[in-house]
């Protein structure tokens, strides 16, 4: 088995065993030969692939490069004793023990089927000596064998293989998911500043509809003011909150997901993506329809809201309070909108790339 060692001055020294296929190296937690005091490294930094001839070390487009014996590689395949510098770590490439395969389950799984083959064409060896109809036989074996090994592991590795590449290059929307999250939940702390502050305003609308005087200046001011119009805007608040939460358990579905993937990146992780991926691609088209019509609604309880506190402020001047919290909140809550819904489209297209 290959291991990495991590020489630091004055410190012991770090090992990391190298037993699976794919292993990522950066600053990040997430990945495999993690370095989080270099920081030097970018959060995904390099990869390690175990190739039919041997570990390779690939460079994901690092800031400061990844170096193979002091010199700056694109990709590299290593031999035991090479210095592999990321940042300002050096990492020893090393064996441990005879047998290369010896513990490594994922090597095993690809040193199976060559044992397979080697003793198939033995026995292929011993029936040509029977005759011509016998080798024919073993040989529409031996076709079938590859063939159906081909199917269901080669084909579905070769997947996973090109999932993780997906990912791996498209760090750059996995962050736009992160920051989407962040804004999910500024949006519903905002609605939730309306959604207590409108009590107030449907209070206030409810006492003063008997009153000609104080109506009709509010009539005045907005035509469109009406206690049932406020009422409704309470109503869109509370339905687009719940949408938003909906949207939020997609998009930390979409993390989970990937960060178990990341790190297995075996048959069952990836099953459970591309699964949580389709999913989440019918949730961004359905959340997309529903913000471009509430961000069209929210354009409208501002305006309503503005006249209303034009009015309140001569009559009831304690109620701008609420207003101005709710104009405040709903404005936040636009601006945020909007970058949810310019990043839908390339969140959905980059999920669409992966599970194609």
Not at 39 to 54: C, Y
Not at 143 to 150: A, C, I, K, R, T
Not at 307 to 329: C, E, R, W
Request: charged content about 30%; overall charge neutral; hydrophobic content about 40%.
């Amino acid at each position: 088995m290959y291991k990495l060692i991590e020489n630091k001055t004055g410190e012991e020294d770090k090992t990391f065993p190298l037993k699976g296929i794919v292993h990522e190296i950066g600053r990040a937690s997430s990945c495999d030969i993690s370095l989080p005091d270099n920081m030097k490294a970018s959060r995904i930094h390099a990869r390690l692939e175990k190739g039919s001839d041997g570990w390779w070390v690939v460079d994901l487009s690092s800031t400061n490069g990844t170096f193979v014996n002091k010199e700056r590689i694109k990709s590299r395949k290593l031999n035991v004793g090479d210095e592999v510098t990321v940042g300002d770590s050096t990492l020893l490439f090393l064996k441990e023990g005879e047998d290369e395969f010896g513990s490594d389950n994922a090597s095993t799984e690809f040193e199976q089927p060559k044992l397979n083959i080697k003793i198939q064409e033995e026995v292929e060896n011993k029936k040509w000596t029977q005759g011509l109809f016998i080798f024919i036989s073993a040989i529409l074996l031996l076709s079938v064998s590859l063939w159906f090994f081909y199917s269901l592991y080669i084909g579905k590795m070769n997947r996973i293989h090109r999932t993780a590449d997906i990912i791996n290059s498209g760090m750059q929307k996995i962050e736009l998911i992160y920051g989407d999250i962040e804004t999910s939940k500024r949006i519903i702390l905002n609605l939730e500043l309306i959604r207590d502050n409108m009590p107030v305003i449907i209070d206030f609308m409810a006492k003063v509809q008997d009153n000609p005087r104080i109506f009709n200046e509010i009539k005045k001011e907005s035509p469109d003011t009406t206690l049932i119009a406020v009422k409704m805007g309470l109503d869109n608040t509370v339905e687009f909150e719940q949408q938003i939460n909906s949207y939020l358990k997609t998009m930390q579905q979409i993390l989970d997901a990937t960060e178990s993937f990341k790190k297995a990146q075996d048959r069952k992780t990836y099953n459970a993506l591309i699964k949580g991926y389709s999913n989440a691609v019918n949730e961004l088209d359905k959340s997309r329809d529903i913000f471009l019509k509430y961000n069209d609604e929210l354009s409208g309880l501002n305006a309503l809201l503005i006249s209303l506190d034009k009015v309140s402020s001569k009559i009831v001047p304690s109620l701008s309070k609420n207003t101005g919290i709710i104009l405040d909140a709903s404005n936040k809550v636009k601006n945020d909108l909007q970058r949810l819904i310019d990043n839908i489209k390339s969140e959905k297209a980059f999920l669409i790339n992966v599970t194609g």
